[in-house]
């Protein structure tokens, strides 16, 4: 199985934290707030403190990781879904990450497939709408499962 890593661990992630657990992979999910760990460790993930704005506090999570799941898609920093991303994304090249999940703008998603295609590095997009929260689950965990296939 896998190790995962979701970036973005609140509600909607630690149910995809669920699922994959439920599945038999590993994950780890992250938060800015420690007050959050104890939410992520019951939904079955190790949680972390790591900012998503501050990438140096992401990149000592990524050993061991098979999958980063980018979930920003309720957040409303723009730099998430443009130059971290972009960021993050030529810093997965040189890891042992071997793919990327990414929720969040258009413009995020445009850039995560041409990444993919720059890179040959499995991808997939969240195309479901968070205010759905059960296709939105299945949405991503098939997303997940796309990029492991891959």
């Known amino acids: ?26 994950v780890r999910g992250t938060t800015r707030d ?4 104890a939410g992520i460790e019951t939904a079955g993930a190790e949680g972390a403190v790591a900012d998503p704005d501050r990438l140096g506090t992401l990149l000592p999570l990524l ?18 879904h443009g130059e ?34 720059t890179y040959a590095m499995p991808v997939a997009v969240v195309d479901e709408h968070p205010s759905d929260r059960a296709a939105w689950v299945q949405g991503a965990r098939g997303a997940v499962d796309s990029v492991l296939a891959s």
């Open 84 to 117: 971290r991303l972009e960021s993050l994304l030529a810093k997965l090249v040189d890891s042992g990450v071997r793919g990327l999940v990414y929720e969040g703008t258009d413009s995020g998603a445009v850039m995560v497939r041409a990444a993919g295609a």
């Open 34 to 37: 420690a007050g959050r760990l």
């Open 63 to 80: 050993a061991g990781v098979t999958v980063v799941c980018w979930l920003m898609g309720t957040a409303d920093n723009p730099a998430l």
């Open 1 to 26: 199985m896998a190790r995962v890593l979701i970036v973005g661990c609140g509600c909607r992630g630690q149910e995809l934290a669920r699922e994959l657990t439920g599945a038999g992979h590993a």
